[in-house]
């Protein structure tokens, strides 16, 4: 059985590019496996693009590159395996992958069926070099038919990148994540361009299959395949927030092998990632933002969590300090209610009390807060409104 929530891992893209090989990935693995990112839900190792060889083999299957993967795929998925680890692997819907390697368009069955051969759990599904003729939706639906036929248990990840009005239907091929933006890039531009373009997709979010924000640059540092000039450790933490609330999956794209203990800081908050693991798997409603605005707003998102608690994340998109304030019967927590507010500062891990009827704040420029807020009796005690810190 497939989970439901979004997906957590490790992929090679981000940092490695075409430079990935057999020592890469068990290195990796052995480092999931001991630093504690398995124990935080890091559970999919994945191998993206320029793995295989140029030519498929008389019978029409993919070929690991022999220089690359000297003891084939099945050794390396039985090597994650033992790690306590899932691992995953990449193709395209189109005559070539993005790279230019073989690809799955007219050989999904025997691609699925190869895949399952060698013990993989994930299939990051790409769109390049895609028939102009054939829809999308045919290629998607097909190779996630294909999947559910192999055999195996294999989780569908299409990486169409949000065109051809994917979220209309990308649910229908059975995928569990889409991506719904292009390329991530190692800087805060990126951040900016891809959260602004998650705002009017959110209503497609949620449990089963999500919206995919792509990889993680957390702790890239301006370093790899797509390190283009590189964030702050605000802007990374603020990266991370706004992934977990939003339910996109949360798949490090840095070299987890040389983590910094900032970035282990960022990416095994348990605190956020229950937020973004959340089992009920709602989506994000928007408190303060428009898609119309720039990318330079404060944004106020918050998630009605299973149990009843709310998280609220307020994000400061722009270059100067921001006082976001959330009334509370915009909660749906008014004065009928009888409740209050107690609230917890998860990117600290610090109770800052019980609020009443609404609470605001202060946002440095690219910073922000996440709260997770439990309803409670109002009994007339209650902080002051303004939360410091
Ligand atoms: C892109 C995709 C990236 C990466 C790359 C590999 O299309 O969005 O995430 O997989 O191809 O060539």
């Known amino acids: 059985m497939i989970k439901l929530t979004p997906p957590m891992g490790w992929n090679s893209w981000n940092t490695f590019g075409s430079e990935i090989d057999e020592k890469l990935i068990m290195e990796t693995a052995d480092v999931m496996a001991e630093s504690g990112l398995l124990e ?6 994945v191998i993206d693009d320029c793995w ?3 030519k498929r083999d008389e019978n029409y299957k993919l070929v690991p590159d022999p220089e690359k993967f000297p003891h084939g795929m099945k050794y390396v998925a039985d090597y994650v395996h033992s790690k306590g680890l899932k691992f995953g692997m990449y193709s395209c819907d189109g005559y070539k992958t993005c790279a230019g390697f073989p690809s799955s368009y007219q050989y999904e069955f025997i691609d ?3 895949f399952a ?3 993989v759990d994930y299939l990051k599904y790409d769109n390049c070099y895609k028939p102009v003729t054939v829809p999308g939706k045919l290629l998607y639906h097909k190779m996630g038919l294909a999947l559910e036929n192999c055999g195996r248990d294999i989780m569908f990840s299409a990486c169409n ?7 209309e239907w990308i649910k229908e091929t059975g995928a569990h994540l889409w991506r719904s933006t292009g ?3 190692d800087n805060w531009e990126s951040i900016k361009d891809l959260t602004h373009q998650q705002i009017a997709l959110q209503p497609y979010n949620g449990l089963g299959c999500f919206n995919d924000m792509d990889m993680l640059v957390v702790g890239m540092n301006g370093k790899g395949n797509v390190g283009f000039g590189g964030c702050t450790y605000d802007e990374y933490r603020t990266h ?3 992934w977990c609330l939003l339910n996109s999956p949360l798949m490090i794209g840095c070299d987890i092998r040389i983590m910094t203990p900032e970035t282990k800081a960022i990416l095994m908050n348990k605190e956020l990632i229950a937020i973004n693991q959340d089992p009920a798997g709602r989506q994000p409603c928007m408190l303060m933002g428009s898609k119309d605005g720039p990318k330079e707003q404060t944004y106020v998102w918050y998630k009605h969590l299973e149990g009843g608690d709310l998280a609220i994340g307020l994000f400061n998109m722009s270059d100067n300090p921001s006082y976001p304030w959330v009334g509370f019967e915009q909660l749906g927590v008014d004065h009928t209610s009888g409740k209050d507010l107690k609230i917890r500062d998860v990117m600290n891990h610090r109770d800052l009390g019980i609020y009443h009827d609404m609470f605001s704040t202060g ?4 910073c922000c807060k996440v709260f997770r807020c439990t309803l409670v009796p109002a009994d007339g005690n209650y902080n002051i409104s303004f939360i410091n810190g």
Not at 40 to 45: A, P, Q
Not at 363 to 366: A, F, I, K, Q
Request: proline share 3%.
């Open 40 to 45: 935080c839900g890091y559970d999919y190792l």
């Open 52 to 54: 295989s060889l140029r």
């Open 112 to 114: 699925a069926e190869t």
């Open 117 to 119: 051969s060698w013990g």
């Open 161 to 167: 990148w949000g065109v051809e009005n994917v979220q």
């Open 183 to 185: 390329d991530i890039h």
């Open 240 to 242: 991370f927030a706004l």
């Open 363 to 366: 946002l440095e420029p690219h």
